[in-house]
């Protein structure tokens, strides 16, 4: 449980959390300031959002530290795998170092194939854990200083490191350590996919413990207020809210399973990097067969299923309605790719109808479930950490995909009230909230605030890699949906410093768009947001007139143009009213 971690980032302000500060002390870890010039931007003339990113990069940045963990000084940004990974989806735009972090957690995969998921230093408070839990889930490193964890019931990491490592080959190219650490790579999906404790032999999924989606602590029989952190917790209470065994009640929880699409997506891309085709189109079919079961099992005819029972469900469960409960990986399941396009439209309009159906009870509709559970869970009353409370992870992830499926001025009201949520807490933005607006605990803020620039990356400036150092990338403009008529954009990795970089304007009176697009891409896809009714009269790349293919996703009209890049290329466009 989070609330309960030796947390080694340093919070926004760039201190260590004061009850953490001794034993991160003990592990050798300082905080760095990580230089950005140059790289991720947004410019002046894009207004409140160029400002929401610069907030953004200056908070993220001054949460770096580094800390020597067998040998070697590794860069994090936080010490538990799992969030490390997920803050990385915004850090590779900065960061010099990707790899070190990652590597040491490689380094120290089991025989099995499982991952650790946090280190300690041996005189914590948590080292009961050494004796609650079995000890394939934990270890100590050489010297007796420092232990490794995984809390049993957690089943995403092996997902998550295949994540990691695609966003440090997108970042840096570097197939050689792509190359090395593949088969460590399959063997954690291998683990996760036989495992009995991880896999289900009834669906053929990823299963695990009845916890609030992709979060780490269960409801035992019994559980009362004081499970939660506000109270002592003694090593049986800890066994019962964290491990798991041959018959811990479990079921399907399709965040697990989207993740699992991903990283067969994501180990296929990086085979066929290295020229392995046929091991490519294993993985790509293998993803297939994960969205095929995943959305036959879990999909409720309007969101994915909190959970399906897998085992039955204990008495103590049976008052939830997992199968409509909305929980936060909808959200990763549309960005993760796992939803066909009509059931992402279907999730964003969920929220799209909770915001309004909620506006009397809650300030925002990212719930991290909904509606919560009653009277608590594991001693969590509704609205307090991860029991319904309100999450800037999900207000992220539910922006961009928002933006990249028809729904652009929703992702932008999205952004619209996070960058007033910014200005009013003076630059902060924090993860978790109350639903009454105040300020949660437990959860990274770096983490939610990943989420919110790769929306702000990925969806509003619409720069997405399709493979690696941008050599091949997708730009979707959509500037046009918040009322920005020029936009200047830098989109940078920080190991390698590639980058793509372009310049929109659209002429309103003379009815043209304008991009002049730079750097170091080769290949790119040009989707040009059009006005409403607006139908293309002419486009040219240079002075070549090309045809652009027009893309429709609900309403919205896409005017797409490809194109072989050699330094610069401007592409214009004129539109008419259509008749």
């Not at 996070?418 to 909230?433: F, S, T």
């Not at 639903?435 to 720069?463: C, F, K, Y």
């Amino acid at each position: 449980m989070r609330q309960i971690r030796l947390i080694a980032a340093f919070v926004a302000a760039a201190v260590l959390l004061s009850a953490q500060e001794s034993g991160m002390r003990a592990l050798g870890a300082r905080r760095i300031e990580l230089s950005t010039t140059g790289l991720t931007e947004f410019g002046a003339n894009t207004g409140s959002y160029g400002r929401l990113l610069t907030s953004l990069r200056k908070l993220m940045a001054g949460s770096v530290f580094t800390v020597n963990l067998a040998g070697s000084e590794r860069t994090a940004f936080m010490d538990w795998l799992r969030d490390h990974v997920h803050i990385t989806n915004a850090m590779k735009y900065w960061a010099p170092d990707l790899k070190s972090h990652l590597e040491f957690f490689l380094e120290q995969q089991t025989p099995e194939g499982l991952y650790y998921d946090y280190y300690d230093p041996i005189t914590d408070a948590d080292n009961e854990r050494l004796g609650v839990f079995d000890h394939r889930f934990w270890k100590i490193l050489p010297g007796g200083k420092v232990q490794l964890c995984r809390l049993p019931l957690e089943a995403d990491l092996e997902y998550l490191m295949v994540e990691g490592v695609y966003h440090y080959w997108q970042a840096t190219g570097d197939t050689s350590f792509v190359r090395k650490w593949l088969p460590a790579l399959e063997k954690g999906m291998a683990y996760s996919m036989n495992d009995p404790l991880r896999w289900s032999r009834k669906f053929r999924l990823v299963k695990r413990a009845y916890t609030i989606d992709t979060w780490d602590f269960q409801h035992p029989p019994g559980a009362t207020l004081a499970y939660n952190h506000e109270h002592p917790r003694s090593a049986q209470m800890e066994k019962e809210i964290f491990n798991i065994d041959q018959n811990t009640p479990m079921g399907i929880m399709h965040g697990d399973n989207s993740g699992m699409y991903a990283a067969c997506r994501q180990l296929a891309a990086m085979h066929l990097a290295l020229g392995d085709a046929a091991d490519g189109q294993i993985w790509n079919a293998e993803a297939e067969t994960f969205r095929a079961r995943t959305n036959k099992v879990c999909w409720n005819g309007r969101f994915y299923s909190h959970f399906v029972e897998d085992d039955p469900l204990p008495a103590h469960l049976s008052h939830i309605d997992w199968k409509n409960t909305l929980s936060l990986s909808n959200t990763y399941d549309v960005n993760r790719g796992l939803a066909t396009d009509p059931m992402a439209e279907s999730i964003i309009q969920t929220y799209l109808d909770l915001k309004q159906k909620t506006r009397t009870e809650s300030f925002a509709e990212w719930f991290s479930i909904y509606p919560p559970v009653r009277p608590h869970f594991t001693g969590y009353t509704p609205g307090s950490y991860l029991n319904g409370n309100i999450l800037t992870i999900v207000a992220g992830e539910l922006a961009k995909a928002a933006f990249q499926h028809g729904y652009e001025a929703y992702g932008v009201d999205i952004l619209d009230r996070l960058a007033k949520m910014v200005e009013q807490r003076g630059g902060q933005l924090p993860a978790p909230y109350h639903p009454d607006g105040t300020v949660d605990g437990g959860v990274p803020d770096n983490w939610g605030q990943a989420a919110v620039v790769s929306a702000l990356i990925e969806g509003l400036a619409g720069v997405v890699d399709r493979g690696a150092l941008f050599e091949s990338v997708e730009i979707s403009p959509r500037w046009l949906a918040a009322g920005i008529d020029e936009a200047d954009v830098t989109v940078a990795y920080g190991p390698s410093r590639k980058q793509v970089r372009y310049r929109y304007k659209i002429d309103r009176a003379a009815r043209g768009i304008r991009i002049d697009l730079s750097g170091d891409t080769k290949r790119y896809r040009l989707r040009l947001l059009l006005p409403e009714n607006a139908a293309v009269a002419s486009a040219r790349v240079g002075d070549a007139a090309v045809e652009p293919v027009i893309e429709t996703i609900r309403s919205s009209r896409y005017a797409v143009v490809d194109g072989a890049l050699a330094g610069t290329a401007v592409i214009g466009l004129r539109y008419e009213d259509r008749r």
